[in-house]
C-alpha cells in the first residue's frame, strides 16, 4: 500500500470538468423549476382538487416516489423508442428529472399550502384584503417558512442526483469525472477534485437560495 | 513483534520473487491434477454462474485439457493482473483467461499456439455504407462505447471526428445502435455481438478488416516443452474438430470475429 498520488494530469483538465460542473447545474435549474412548476398545480389539485384530481395526483406522486430516478430515466431512454419515441440524452434526463422533482415538489409544496390556518385567512378576509393581498401577505410568508429547508434540500439532491445523467450519454461532471480518470488512470485524485468541484456547487446553491429567502420572504436560513 | 512482521513481509517477498520450476508433463500426469488459472470476473469466458459453480468458454475447455491428459480439473482463480505472477510463481500449470500474447509477458511465460483471437473491429448496420473502419471518421457519424473503457480515449487518435456517446454497459451500446442514436461500436467486438440477437430487425454488419487482431494462447510456465508440445498438438484437434468454435458460440452466442486457422506445423 504505498501508492503515491499525482494530481498534475487531473488538474490539467480542470477547464473540462468545470464545463461538465455547468451541464450539471444547468440540469439542476431546470428539472427544478419545470418541477416545481408542476409541484405547485400538484399540491392546489391535493389540496383543494377535487376527488377525481386528488387521486390522480396520488398516483402520479406515489409512482415517482417510490421508483428510483434512474430507473425512470432508463425507461424513458430505453424503453421509448421501442414505442416510437426517440428522447435525446439531455432530453430524456430532463424529462426524467423534472417529473421525478415534480412529484417530490408536490409534496413540498402541499406541506406549505396547509400550514396556512384558516384562522388567518378569515381574518384577513375581514380585514378586507384582497385575493392577491392575501396570498402576498398572509399565505406566501407562511408557505415560504414552511416550504423552505426542504426545497433548498431538494435542490442540492438535485444537483446531486443529476449524476446519473452520466450513465444515459450526457457530458456532465460525474461523466466527465469517469472520462478522464479512464484516461489517467487517476480515479482516485479525480473523484476528489470532483467531489470538492460539487461541494462548491451545492455551498453556492443553498447561499444564493438562503438570500433569495432573506431577501423576499425574511426567511432566516443558515447554509452551515 | 514489529521486526517479526516486517521480517515475515521480507520473507514474502523473496518467497514471490523466487521462480518456482514448472511442473513437468509428467509430474502433472502422476499427480493426477492440473492446476488451471481462470479468471472468474469474465464472463462469458469464466464466471460463477448461477449455481455459483464456475462456467464458461474457459471452465469447458480447462476441462476438456484435463480429460485428454486423463487428470483431474482444478481450477484456481485469478484476477487478470496476478495470471503471470501465478504462473512464474508456479501456483498453476496453465493459464486461461485470454492471455493476450504480448512480448514483454512472453519474456516470464511461455505461450502454446493461439487458443483464440481477441479482434477490434467495428458493428454497425446497414444504415451506413462504409466497407472499412477508416470510412467512420465523418463528423456525422456517432460512434457508441461504454463510459470507462480504455478503448474511448485510444480511439481519438485513430477516428477524431465523429462524435461520441457513451452508455453505460454492452448491452446498451447495441440498443443505441439498433434504436439510432449510434451508428457503430468500435470494440473487442466478441463480448459484444451475442447482444444483437435482442436486435434481429435490424440488419447487422461486421466489417470485415478489423482493426487490430491480437491473439491469445495458454499460458504456461516459462521453457516448459513437454507441457507445451502436449498442448500444441491438443489444440490442433481441438481447432480441427470444431471444438474450440463450438465451445465459443455455445459461450458467446456467435462464431470468433477472427477465427483460429489452424496449423500442423508449429
Known amino acids: 500500500m504505498n501508492y503515491t498520488f499525482q494530481f498534475t494530469e487531473v488538474w490539467r483538465e480542470l477547464p473540462y470538468l468545470l464545463g461538465g460542473a455547468a451541464v450539471t447545474l444547468q440540469i439542476a435549474f431546470i428539472t427544478f423549476w419545470c418541477g416545481a412548476f408542476i409541484g405547485i398545480f400538484g399540491a392546489l389539485a391535493k389540496v383543494y382538487g377535487g376527488p377525481i384530481s386528488k387521486r390522480v395526483t396520488s398516483y402520479y406522486v406515489t409512482f415517482f416516489t417510490n421508483t428510483p430516478a434512474l430507473v425512470q430515466v432508463f425507461l424513458l431512454y430505453y424503453a421509448l423508442p421501442d414505442a416510437g419515441v426517440l428522447l435525446s440524452s439531455m432530453a430524456a434526463v430532463l424529462v426524467g428529472l423534472t417529473l421525478n422533482a415534480g412529484a417530490y415538489l408536490t409534496e413540498i409544496l402541499r406541506a406549505g399550502v396547509v400550514s396556512v390556518r384558516v384562522s388567518e385567512m378569515e381574518a384577513a378576509t375581514a380585514l378586507g384584503m384582497s385575493r392577491l393581498q392575501l396570498l402576498r401577505y398572509v399565505m406566501l410568508p407562511h408557505i415560504a417558512k414552511t416550504i423552505y429547508a426542504p426545497l433548498s434540500n431538494f435542490f442540492v439532491w438535485l444537483v446531486l442526483g443529476s449524476s446519473l445523467a452520466a450513465l444515459f450519454g450526457v457530458e456532465e461532471l460525474t461523466g466527465r469525472a469517469i472520462n478522464v480518470s479512464t484516461a489517467s488512470l487517476r480515479s482516485i485524485e479525480t473523484f476528489t477534485i470532483v467531489a470538492m468541484i460539487y461541494v462548491v456547487l451545492t455551498v453556492l446553491a443553498s447561499g444564493s437560495l438562503a438570500l433569495v429567502g432573506r431577501l423576499a420572504f425574511r426567511v432566516k436560513a443558515k447554509v452551515f | ?266
Open chain 2, 1 to 266: 513483534m514489529l521486526r517479526k512482521f516486517i521480517l515475515l513481509i521480507a520473507l514474502f517477498v523473496f518467497a514471490a520473487s523466487t521462480t518456482a520450476a514448472a511442473r513437468t508433463l509428467d509430474e502433472i500426469i502422476s499427480d493426477g491434477t492440473l492446476r488451471i488459472g481462470v479468471n472468474p470476473n469474465f464472463p462469458p469466458m469464466s464466471s460463477f454462474g448461477m449455481t455459483n459453480q464456475l462456467e464458461g468458454f474457459d471452465i469447458d475447455v480447462g476441462r476438456r485439457i484435463a480429460d485428454a491428459l486423463g487428470v483431474k480439473a482444478e481450477f484456481v482463480t485469478t484476477e487478470a493482473a496476478q495470471r503471470v505472477p501465478f504462473l512464474v510463481s508456479n501456483r498453476i500449470d496453465i493459464a486461461l483467461g485470454a492471455m493476450t500474447r504480448t512480448p514483454e509477458r512472453a519474456k516470464l511465460i511461455g505461450y502454446t499456439i493461439p487458443l483464440h483471437s481477441e479482434a477490434m473491429g467495428v458493428i454497425t448496420t446497414d444504415k451506413i455504407d462504409i466497407q472499412s473502419w477508416e470510412e467512420l471518421d465523418r463528423s456525422d457519424i456517432t460512434l457508441v462505447n461504454m463510459r470507462g473503457n480504455l478503448s474511448v480515449s485510444l480511439l481519438k487518435d485513430k477516428l477524431p471526428k465523429p462524435k461520441v456517446l457513451l452508455v453505460d454497459g454492452n448491452a446498451d451500446t447495441i440498443r443505441a445502435i439498433a434504436q439510432g442514436r449510434a451508428d457503430a461500436l468500435v470494440e473487442n467486438i466478441d463480448s459484444f455481438l451475442k447482444f444483437t440477437n435482442n436486435y434481429r430487425n435490424v440488419k447487422w454488419r461486421v466489417l470485415s478488416d478489423t482493426i487490430f487482431v491480437a491473439y491469445c494462447g495458454i499460458g504456461i510456465g516459462k521453457d516448459n516443452d513437454s507441457l507445451r508440445n502436449f498442448l500444441n498438438i491438443l489444440l490442433f484437434d481441438l481447432h480441427t474438430s470444431g471444438f474450440v468454435n463450438d465451445t465459443w458460440e455455445k459461450w458467446y452466442g456467435s462464431p470468433m470475429a477472427v477465427p483460429i486457422v489452424p496449423n500442423p506445423y508449429f
